[in-house]
């Protein structure tokens, strides 16, 4: 290890917080960490790269939050109270000065994020090469309360978090394809304000932790929504061997993206543009209310689009009965 190595790890380590179950942190060949008795751990790891999650242009600050952003809703999605994370990072050499530039702007948006939810980063790895982040999250959850894909049922009423379809807007307005295959309009009285709300859903998602906690024991399943709500949609569905009907004028929808799109186009943003890192879950009628107040308490938006069905697929239904086919389903990193 260089000493250029030594001297990054060392920054990182100055500013990363801890925790009191954290028995031995940054700075040995791995972490020494005591889980609670009588909890399973919920583990997930995203990765990001540039010039496929992040421009050029993409603030190290924003990089950093969406980093650690995207694991913690991964975790909201299981119900998981997040705890620890590790952090690999992938830097051009580009010089020592614009390196820590680049790390300490990152630190901004990753810690503040961290701290928001009490993550303490506790180890990981540096090295030199593309601009790569890759995160890893651990968190806690009690045995049986987790949710999963796999427990949707016939007859669930399907639900999600916040609004959709601002961060695809985002990217349209930015001309990334295939989201800028539509016009995109600004009719509000204040366009520049609601493109900024577009971009800040873009570049600095909100993982639902909260509302995933609130969660337990009320929802039968769930996933976060990142590449689409009709392929993620589609993931619990294959999972539990159902299937779904949208009902695509019940989407919540914010101003920000009603004064942009309307129509198909906004359906398209809102059904497959992916990035919204919202929840989507499944409920029983009975326990309507229960969810209303739970996220109530916890300040989350939150709309009931649907209902899990016996027939295979997800289908999308209008407000005049008729069906509606989307141009495709959601991002596929392979496709």
């Given at each position: 290890m260089s000493a250029a190595e030594f001297d990054?790890?060392?920054?990182i380590r100055a500013r990363a917080a801890t925790r009191g179950d954290v028995v031995l942190g940054i700075g040995d060949d791995a972490a020494l960490l005591q889980p609670p008795p009588g909890r399973q751990l919920a583990v997930a790891t995203d990765t990001l790269n540039r010039g496929v999650h992040f421009g050029d242009d993409a603030a190290a600050a924003d990089i950093g939050w969406k980093a650690l952003a995207?694991?913690?809703s991964d975790l909201a999605a299981m119900g998981a109270e997040p705890a620890w994370c590790t952090l690999s990072l992938s830097l051009p050499d580009e010089g020592g000065e614009?390196?820590?530039?680049f790390v300490d702007g990152f630190l901004d948006g990753f810690l503040e994020l961290a701290a928001q939810h009490r993550v303490a980063l506790v180890g990981g790895d540096t090295t030199r090469g593309p601009l790569s982040v890759c995160v890893t999250v651990i968190g806690f959850v009690e045995p049986g309360w987790a949710l999963r894909r796999d427990a949707a049922q016939v007859g669930d009423e399907i639900w999600v978090t916040g609004t959709l379809g601002d961060a695809a807007a985002a990217?349209?307005?930015a001309g990334v394809a295939p989201y800028c295959d539509h016009e995109v309009r600004n009719n509000s009285g204040d366009a520049q304000t609601d493109a900024a709300r577009l971009f800040e859903?873009?570049?600095r998602p909100t993982p639902r932790v909260v509302a995933g906690r609130a969660l337990r024991g009320l929802a039968r399943a769930g996933i976060d929504i990142s590449d689409g709500l009709l392929a993620d949609l589609g993931h619990v569905c294959a999972a539990s061997n159902v299937g779904a009907c949208i009902e695509a004028g019940q989407l919540?929808?914010?101003?920000?993206l009603a004064a942009a799109r309307d129509g198909d186009s906004r359906r398209v943003l809102q059904l497959t543009g992916g990035d919204d890192y919202e929840l989507c879950f499944t409920v029983a009628p009975r326990q309507r209310a229960s969810v209303l107040q739970a996220l109530s308490a916890s300040g989350t938006l939150v709309q009931m689009i649907g209902h899990i069905e016996a027939q295979p697929g997800v289908r999308v239904r209008l407000p005049d009965g008729s069906a509606w086919t989307p141009p495709r389903n959601g991002y596929q990193h392979f496709g």
């Open positions: 990054l790890i060392a920054r995207v694991n913690l614009s390196r820590q530039t990217l349209a307005l859903r873009l570049h919540p929808t914010s101003h920000a």
